[in-house]
Protein backbone atom coordinates (compact mmCIF):
# COMPACT_ATOMS: atom_id res chain seq x y z
CA UNK A 1 0.00 0.00 0.00
CA UNK A 2 1.69 3.29 -0.91
CA UNK A 3 2.77 5.62 1.71
CA UNK A 4 1.69 9.01 2.96
CA UNK A 5 4.28 10.76 0.65
CA UNK A 6 2.79 8.87 -2.23
CA UNK A 7 -0.56 9.66 -1.49
CA UNK A 8 0.15 13.56 -0.92
CA UNK A 9 2.12 13.28 -4.57
CA UNK A 10 -0.68 12.03 -6.33
CA UNK A 11 -3.06 14.44 -4.47
CA UNK A 12 -0.52 17.06 -5.75
CA UNK A 13 -0.40 15.73 -9.18
CA UNK A 14 -4.12 14.59 -10.39
CA UNK A 15 -6.71 16.46 -7.89
CA UNK A 16 -6.07 19.38 -10.31
CA UNK A 17 -7.50 16.99 -13.30
CA UNK A 18 -10.17 16.01 -10.95
CA UNK A 19 -13.12 17.89 -13.36
CA UNK A 20 -11.36 16.71 -16.79
CA UNK A 21 -11.85 13.22 -15.22
CA UNK A 22 -15.67 14.05 -14.47
CA UNK A 23 -16.61 14.90 -17.63
CA UNK A 24 -15.53 12.65 -19.36
CA UNK A 25 -16.97 10.10 -16.93
CA UNK A 26 -20.29 11.94 -17.48
CA UNK A 27 -20.15 12.28 -21.02
CA UNK A 28 -19.47 8.81 -21.43
CA UNK A 29 -22.04 7.30 -19.03
CA UNK A 30 -24.22 9.87 -19.61
CA UNK A 31 -25.79 10.04 -15.65
CA UNK A 32 -24.19 12.14 -12.79
CA UNK A 33 -23.84 9.21 -10.47
CA UNK A 34 -22.27 6.63 -12.80
CA UNK A 35 -19.92 9.47 -13.45
CA UNK A 36 -19.44 9.85 -9.87
CA UNK A 37 -18.86 6.04 -9.30
CA UNK A 38 -16.63 5.99 -12.61
CA UNK A 39 -14.32 8.81 -11.61
CA UNK A 40 -13.90 7.47 -8.20
CA UNK A 41 -12.94 4.02 -8.98
CA UNK A 42 -10.54 5.62 -11.90
CA UNK A 43 -9.17 7.51 -9.16
CA UNK A 44 -8.32 4.62 -6.57
CA UNK A 45 -7.14 2.61 -10.15
CA UNK A 46 -4.80 5.71 -10.77
CA UNK A 47 -3.45 5.75 -7.30
CA UNK A 48 -2.83 1.85 -7.10
CA UNK A 49 -0.26 2.33 -10.02
CA UNK A 50 0.74 5.79 -9.20
CA UNK A 51 4.04 4.71 -8.28
CA UNK A 52 4.28 3.07 -11.89
CA UNK A 53 4.02 6.33 -13.50
CA UNK A 54 6.35 7.05 -15.98
CA UNK A 55 6.52 10.72 -16.33
CA UNK A 56 4.71 12.54 -19.20
CA UNK A 57 1.53 14.00 -19.43
CA UNK A 58 -0.64 13.65 -16.28
CA UNK A 59 -3.66 14.45 -17.69
CA UNK A 60 -3.54 12.39 -20.71
CA UNK A 61 -2.45 9.33 -18.04
CA UNK A 62 -5.58 10.40 -16.05
CA UNK A 63 -7.82 10.70 -18.50
CA UNK A 64 -6.84 7.24 -20.44
CA UNK A 65 -7.86 5.45 -16.88
CA UNK A 66 -11.01 7.23 -16.58
CA UNK A 67 -11.97 6.74 -20.28
CA UNK A 68 -10.82 2.48 -20.21
CA UNK A 69 -12.99 2.07 -16.50
CA UNK A 70 -16.33 3.95 -18.70
CA UNK A 71 -15.76 1.73 -20.87
CA UNK A 72 -15.19 -1.74 -18.59
CA UNK A 73 -18.17 -0.02 -16.68
CA UNK A 74 -20.01 0.91 -19.37
CA UNK A 75 -19.46 -3.03 -20.46
CA UNK A 76 -20.57 -4.69 -17.29
CA UNK A 77 -23.57 -2.18 -16.70
CA UNK A 78 -25.53 -1.65 -20.17
CA UNK A 79 -26.32 -3.11 -23.46
CA UNK A 80 -24.01 -1.82 -26.52
CA UNK A 81 -24.68 0.84 -28.23
CA UNK A 82 -25.92 0.13 -31.79
CA UNK A 83 -22.70 0.26 -34.34
CA UNK A 84 -23.78 2.30 -37.68
CA UNK A 85 -21.74 1.48 -40.98
CA UNK A 86 -20.28 4.65 -42.14
CA UNK A 87 -21.36 5.07 -45.68
CA UNK A 88 -18.97 8.37 -46.91
CA UNK A 89 -21.36 9.79 -49.09
CA UNK A 90 -23.84 10.40 -46.39
CA UNK A 91 -21.84 10.98 -42.98
CA UNK A 92 -19.44 13.25 -45.02
CA UNK A 93 -19.64 16.99 -43.69
CA UNK A 94 -18.17 18.22 -47.16
CA UNK A 95 -21.14 20.14 -49.12
CA UNK A 96 -20.04 22.46 -52.12
CA UNK A 97 -21.02 25.97 -51.51
CA UNK A 98 -21.22 25.90 -47.26
CA UNK A 99 -20.47 28.95 -45.06
CA UNK A 100 -19.35 27.10 -42.23
CA UNK A 101 -22.60 25.74 -41.13
CA UNK A 102 -21.70 24.23 -37.95
CA UNK A 103 -20.78 27.40 -36.60
CA UNK A 104 -24.10 28.77 -37.92
CA UNK A 105 -26.12 26.09 -35.93
CA UNK A 106 -23.94 25.75 -32.97
CA UNK A 107 -24.19 29.71 -32.06
CA UNK A 108 -28.27 29.38 -32.87
CA UNK A 109 -28.53 26.23 -30.45
CA UNK A 110 -29.29 26.77 -26.17
CA UNK A 111 -27.52 24.63 -24.10
CA UNK A 112 -29.48 22.06 -22.80
CA UNK A 113 -30.42 21.22 -27.26
CA UNK A 114 -26.77 20.91 -27.39
CA UNK A 115 -26.53 17.99 -24.44
CA UNK A 116 -29.09 16.12 -25.93
CA UNK A 117 -27.69 16.46 -29.38
CA UNK A 118 -24.30 15.04 -27.88
CA UNK A 119 -25.70 12.27 -25.72
CA UNK A 120 -27.11 11.09 -28.52
CA UNK A 121 -23.84 11.07 -30.34
CA UNK A 122 -22.18 7.19 -30.47
CA UNK A 123 -19.79 6.71 -27.71
CA UNK A 124 -16.30 7.24 -30.00
CA UNK A 125 -17.90 10.28 -31.26
CA UNK A 126 -18.95 12.15 -28.37
CA UNK A 127 -15.75 10.98 -26.72
CA UNK A 128 -13.99 12.68 -29.21
CA UNK A 129 -15.70 15.83 -28.92
CA UNK A 130 -15.41 15.81 -25.30
CA UNK A 131 -11.69 15.18 -24.74
CA UNK A 132 -11.23 18.14 -27.73
CA UNK A 133 -14.22 20.63 -27.45
CA UNK A 134 -14.85 20.78 -23.56
CA UNK A 135 -11.14 19.59 -22.22
CA UNK A 136 -9.23 21.52 -24.83
CA UNK A 137 -7.10 18.42 -25.69
CA UNK A 138 -4.44 18.08 -28.93
CA UNK A 139 -5.38 15.42 -31.50
CA UNK A 140 -1.94 13.60 -30.07
CA UNK A 141 -3.39 13.73 -26.68
CA UNK A 142 -6.54 12.52 -27.91
CA UNK A 143 -5.12 9.98 -29.59
CA UNK A 144 -2.94 8.74 -26.95
CA UNK A 145 -5.68 8.97 -24.50
CA UNK A 146 -7.85 6.43 -27.10
CA UNK A 147 -4.78 4.63 -28.08
CA UNK A 148 -5.61 5.57 -31.35
CA UNK A 149 -3.95 7.20 -34.47
CA UNK A 150 -3.98 10.81 -34.94
CA UNK A 151 -5.78 10.63 -38.22
CA UNK A 152 -8.55 8.12 -36.46
CA UNK A 153 -8.69 11.11 -34.02
CA UNK A 154 -9.06 13.97 -37.31
CA UNK A 155 -11.75 11.26 -38.77
CA UNK A 156 -13.87 10.95 -36.09
CA UNK A 157 -14.16 14.88 -34.74
CA UNK A 158 -15.23 15.45 -38.55
CA UNK A 159 -18.09 12.52 -38.01
CA UNK A 160 -18.84 13.77 -34.76
CA UNK A 161 -19.24 17.38 -35.82
CA UNK A 162 -20.91 16.72 -39.04
CA UNK A 163 -23.66 14.40 -36.68
CA UNK A 164 -24.00 17.07 -34.34
CA UNK A 165 -24.67 19.30 -36.73
CA UNK A 166 -26.92 16.94 -38.40
CA UNK A 167 -28.70 16.74 -34.94
CA UNK A 168 -29.19 20.28 -34.35
CA UNK A 169 -30.02 21.20 -37.79
CA UNK A 170 -32.61 18.81 -37.11
CA UNK A 171 -33.82 20.42 -33.67
CA UNK A 172 -33.85 23.16 -34.30
CA UNK A 173 -35.95 22.59 -37.79
CA UNK A 174 -38.43 20.96 -35.76
CA UNK A 175 -38.76 24.37 -33.09
CA UNK A 176 -39.57 26.54 -36.15
Not at 9 to 17: S, T
Not at 44 to 59: E, I, P, V
Not at 64 to 90: K, Q, S
Not at 157 to 172: N, P, S
Request: aromatic content about 8%; some cysteine.
Amino acid sequence: MPGTATRERFEEAVLPHLDAAYNLARWLTRNDQDAQDVTQEAFLRAFRFFDGYQGGNMRAWLLTIVRNTCYTWLHRNRPPEAAVEFDEEIHSGEQPGDIDPELQVLASADKETLRRALEELPEIFREALVLREIEGMSYKEIADVSSVSIGTVMSRLARARTRLREALGATLGKES
